[in-house]
């Protein structure tokens, strides 16, 4: 049984706990260089790793053509995302996804395909991607989406008040939003591409979790951009200094450009080393992907059939 951690509440706003704060920058990209040149875990441990992995995932759709029928296919592939004869092998059942992501429109027709599968819906809202909408209307995009069924909001800030270092603006943004999504778990999205700084991640980071986020993620995927690991390594910091600092722990959500498997297993590699195999659960760590759930899928087939299916010959090194 995992030991389950009271949602974060935040805190007042404390600008000393991060102003002076400095990242270095070329030590953080040391780090994160070091990691896929690892050898990666193989054969049983591999495929346990890559199972984890699945029920960390949030399976995404955010295009401008998604469709109802798109999402409810989605929906199936999280209530199923493995071949049952694959499952079967490797002995394990019940494998479902952390969530599936959405645009507000499309909440009711994900709520409805998931009924009774325990999968939550999580939204985008307030302005996804840029943001730039007055913030009553994003503040009634976010209520929108919870009236609606979204169980989890991912909300993005005003890369503004960061460029410009107003960081009671972004307190005051997040927290208003956190507000508004009421049971609702909040993921604060920081568009790291747009931060220009490791330094800038680092502050939005703890801004973020003072304000109240449930989850700090790294892009909307729309970025120039997305998750990188140095980014990542930067953020899982911040997490670890704001949980030594109050005691909550606050969840991590790489996002945007995640397409592989090896990809997974280098940011849980990095989860693991950075803050321990706790952090690897779906209640604080989740990757926000549209397209990993297929490479993760045919790597399985592979260690349990010993061949790649034809979409993909790419060993996982
Ligand atoms: O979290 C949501 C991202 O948009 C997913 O990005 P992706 O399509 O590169 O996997």
Known sequence: MTHSFPRPTGTAFTPDAF?????????????????PARRSVKKDWQAAWLL????CIDLTTLAGDDTAGRVQRLCA??????????????GVEGVTVGAVCVYPTMVPHAVKALAGSGIPVASVATGFPAGLT???????EISYAVDQGAAEIDIVITREHVLTGNWAALYDEIAAMRAACGE????????TGDLKTLTNVYKASMVAMQAGADFIKTSTGKEDVN??????????RALRDYRDRTGQWVGFKPAGGLKTAKDAMNWQILMKEELGTRWLMPDLFRIGA????????????????GRYSAANRHALA
């Open 227 to 236: 998750a990188t690991l140095p980014v990542s390594l930067t953020m899982l």
């Open 77 to 90: 592939k999280a209530r199923n995302p493995v071949r049952a004869d694959l499952l079967a092998a490797l």
């Open 52 to 55: 984890r992995a699945i029920t």
């Open 134 to 140: 007055p913030l009553p209307l994003r503040l009634a």
């Open 19 to 35: 102003e002076t704060q400095t990242v270095n920058t070329p030590a953080a990209e040391r780090r994160a260089a070091s990691l």
């Open 184 to 191: 609702a778990h909040l993921k604060a999205i920081l568009a």
């Open 290 to 305: 549209s397209s990993l759930l297929g490479d993760i899928e045919r790597q399985l087939e592979h260690h349990v059939t």
